[in-house]
């Protein structure tokens, strides 16, 4: 890391920070200009918060020189990983799909819709089961029965599930169920959460938060890979920004920056990030033509009935042909799409 | 709410629109424009979300006209509410000061800590105890230990305290030490959390997410109301934006703005927005001038070996001097500094 | 327009604001909910504008039912409008290619750049001679000299041309030479700047600026229309937000946004709002897979040495790569792209 | 600068670093990591722009040390500069408050406005000549008759003038009536303006840009006095974020941190940043707390019949309330306003 000394800065503060510095295993250089001091240093950052230093008298700023995530890094794991749900292998040469409701609302529905993605080539199916939502005077989600019927639509279909783990208190009965469990964009900083799907035996889904950056994202990773879970599935789904025409601003350069320096999976959900329907099979597109190894896209039989993100939910006509135009632009970036479309 | 219907929107779908709002005991009036038809409903927006209406065919957009939450509201509760904590009334005449560290770290630490704001002025000790940071890699709080010292620190001290609850398991334990719960800015909408606090018998002290709109922070408190605790003191804390020399950037038109929609209380913590202890004092000061009921400020007694936001840290020195500084502003507002500075 | 009257606005109040609606030709409606009362009114926004309501006593606030601008807008001309430079025709069925360097650096720079980007089928060359750049201790540009560089490569190669201009003042001496008129993002709501560009009979590349929404962008565009000149291409090149690994952040929903709302072509500039040449392909793969009508790429011979963005520059050999991937892109959009590779 | 390669750059990579740097007149250090190498370099930042090596084969990226602005820095003026307009002094012990209407639209209003304003004790009368808008079908201002109406309030009340010149066109005439040439926030990176404003005997205040870090603002006042006018006033007035309840959203820090790093005085000007006068002033007494050097507030007799700006518009009665209440606030900073409240 970088040290920069404020200009006025004494010869005891500058000797201060090295000490510490040196204390602490690093190895230092020190560069006096002529409106500033700098010194360089370099050892194990774990050892030595930036914030450490830059509450030290003198200290103008701390500037890390290198990311602070390592398992989640190339150069870590310079190849790709990927990350196995069963038989299915999210990372590799094949795309998946991730299609379903938002909200799991009663059996005809889910297993309409599972029935329905799966004809048209999705390989997971998504629901949500405990669905508290921004406001408490909404629809808040099946609970135990929206898991179940999960289990039944994946008996019926053969798709992987993956749902929302909201709640330490239920995440046992999630991992019962789920094939992947998936960290919402709200948690994606919680703590408590990202600990114990570490120590779950099952692929994680971590969505990025609506306003962390590419670092935080990967560094909210790392918390569950040096927990003791590798497989991490990362997800764009759009960040906030002042833009109103859209619900949250698309960030399709996260997926080939963090594949630059992350060998993780990263899928899209083109649903979330534009909420509006009308644009996700444009932004789906866009995504795979990105480098994205998944989507996750909402769908529902009936829109205008659903009870959670209708807006943004593709009718079963508009996912087909969705379908269709995917598995024309995998072979752009040298893939192919995961499932088979019925009759195709 | 108004509903906006597309320009090329059939009579059919206008009629389905209408029906709909109908059903659900709006009073609906039709106007039919040169270029639009716009359908304006009266009624009780719990009972039928905008989406449901937005995710219709021939529907443009919805647009709310009232504000989605009602017990926050200035229309529901049109005096300013008082939260008193013990004997300490939160919202009313006089300004509180929350001081202390952002992390117990040991008993020493905390000690000092209490007596030297104590000493200042400050009514309300602040310290973490559960730490779970952004970094696997840190320090992560002395957890139940911590929560018995800042209980030894009320005793002897007589300061309030106020920690961050940020697991729904621990609830029950920070709640039996705590006078004051503490909802972090990435918990805002964790609404698992949420209801929980909104079933203890404690003020609840709710930090605005960093990217949290007005009006999602005024919806989290009506989330804490509608369970039952009507308690809920807002904290301003920083939203996220483009700049980098502050951490994030405190938006002091939110006391004004949320003062004028709602009847709760607003604090500030310009330690966390600012991210710098030098600005710290000059941004409380402004808060104090845009009417805010409180402040929360990260002090220790030896910033740069403070184990968590040390460089956001007030030296014991520079908090005695903030202190006098606000105690000649608080009038300037009508309002009086609450807290005895030690010889004053 | 909908105008919500304040909770406690008087009988006086609202009568005022329909007096003044019903005097500007408005046709008004008033729903008188249990709380508020509600105001639609229908007419000529040109001839009212909110914010003389807004303003009025007793009004909470002023919602907009209509997009602002009309000329711009599908509303006005349904169809895809279609840009003629020269012969070619930007926003039909074929996709170009601008490319070139950020500067104009020099004869031998230029002509090199012009005939590599040729060879790998690009349409229009880029070049600014007028680089006043965020600090005055840059290179600022070959001024008049540039223009004449990029005469003579569109003599040479047949390339047509476009060039910014930024300055009142020199838009004769620039319009003398382009083809296309580029308004950089800086300048999106210059208006003395927009209107004197409605005078010019050339098309205009106007980029969206860097905190503009897509309805500010839609409104710049509507003042060089309403002022005479049809002809504008819009530009998304990458909005502002707190992210950092990404110079900014590319906006890719704002194209299918855009086509929706506006009959207007648009094009992308993958390189400034990535910053980074290692990330430019996948983004224009992703930009022509999102409905784009072209993208403006920045080409150097030797990025190292460029005076200018060198760091988002292709080299010649990356271009080439990437304009071969394109030609397998377009075909998934229905399209193909215009130019012919040397060789193909 | 420090400039970081990749992990595998080669030898001969960090060599040609190493030689330009060299080359340039740098002085440079190795630092060979495990992980990476980094090389430190001194010397004068203008001779070697970052993106020369930013651009170069093997680099991961370049880090700047220190702040690219010199003549509007700490450094190199240490103490507060003081901004004479005329006989009054900007930056001093006096705030002084810019008041008038957002633009001039008729002798009547214009010299009530300034009577008014003048009354309650502000120093410097604003109001626009030139006010092209977003929307082209707005009020686009009196051009050079609000000129001379401005002159002639001056004449007759004795305050100073302030108004936006926005094309340098139309600067020499501007530059005739002006006591202070505004930039606008949207012109804040037009560096043709910034060019000719530099070449004017008249102070500038210059607004920060919507989406300009303050780092980007000092640089443009780095570019007007690098031209040979020293006398700049920086104005914070909001910056672009997610929250829409305010029309942007202030960030009072910046008055702090710019203090900090910069010796020009800086100006606040709340009614473009809330959009709503209600709120103005509120944010006015925080600005003054915050340390800021003056304000600049708009003031209309009859705000509803406003041209511009009304909704943000504080009526006479508002205004001198206000005026009263920063009286009392400036003490608190140990200051006074300057200007005589009529009566007092």
Known sequence: MIVVMQQDATEEQINAVVARLDKNGFQVHLSRGVERTIIGAIGDRTRLQDEFLEAMAGVEKVMPVLQPYKLASRAFHPEDSVVMVGDLAIGGEEIHILAGPCAVESREQLLETARLVKGAGATILRGGAFKPRTSPYSFQGLEEEGLKLLAEAREETGLKIVTEVMDVRTLPLVAEYADILQIGARNMQNFFLLREVARVDKPVLLKRGLSATIEEWLMAAEYIMSGG?????????????FETYTRNTLDLAAVPVVKYFSHLPVIVDPSHAIGKWRFVPAMARAAVAA?????LVEVHPNPAEALCDGPQSLTPENFAAMMADLRQTAPVVGRRLAGVAAGA
Chains 1, 2, 3, 4 share one sequence.
């Open 229 to 241: 879970n590798q497989r991490v599935i990362l997800c764009e789904r759009g960040i906030r920004t």
């Open 291 to 295: 480098g994205a190894d998944g989507l």
